[in-house]
């Protein structure tokens, strides 16, 4: 019989990754609003570069962001614990140290969950601006590659300021009214 574990903590990927599939929408209607700013041309490419970048880097990017960012944390994590056995991280720099896979801290996971959210889209927004400029780069020939890595920059600052607010509002709202719950 396989017995659950249930000290194992909260993989952030199982809950950002549905999440930012959910937000998929109004990222690419921000992006292509961007993109049309600085482009000319056919409105119907720059559409569908923008929408297959987006599924590619939400599909594979933010993967790719929460391996890294684990790895990072597990490496992290012992050198602290490495260099000062005895210290205990204060409960408010959890999210941030260990964002990637939070500890099973049940009475403080109403905070810590959009808290590490916030913080992961730091890396998802690295890893999906270099992967949607490849990928739009690929399908909008007429545009330089330089050009078009200026416009994904723009485009993913203003889309990952949107989720940031809708981040950042998610924890608010946890704060404030599932504190104690």
Not at 87 to 108: A, G, H, K, M, T
Request: hydrophobic letters at 55%; charged letters at 10%.
């Amino acid at each position: 019989m396989i017995m659950p574990i249930a000290d194992v903590g909260v993989p952030m990927l199982a809950i950002q990754w549905p999440v930012m599939f959910l937000t998929l929408i109004p990222v690419i209607l921000i992006e292509f609003w961007i993109v049309c700013r600085r482009f000319q041309g056919s409105r119907k490419t720059l559409f569908w570069g923008v929408c297959a970048a987006n599924i590619f880097s939400t599909a594979v990017g933010i993967p790719l962001a929460w391996i890294v960012m684990t790895i990072l944390e597990m490496g992290s994590v012992d050198l602290v614990h490495f260099v000062l056995p005895r210290f205990d991280l204060p409960i408010s720099l959890v999210p941030i140290i260990q964002s990637p896979w939070l500890p099973p801290y049940e009475d403080q996971l109403y905070w810590m969950i959009p808290c590490a959210s916030v913080i992961l889209l730091i890396p998802s927004f690295f890893v999906s601006t270099w992967m949607e400029s490849v990928t739009c780069a690929r399908m909008w020939k007429q545009q330089t590659k330089m050009d078009v890595r200026a416009a994904l920059w723009s485009a993913n600052l203003a889309s990952y300021a949107f989720l940031f607010i809708v981040g950042t509002g998610w924890l608010l709202w946890s704060i404030l009214f599932l504190k104690g719950t």
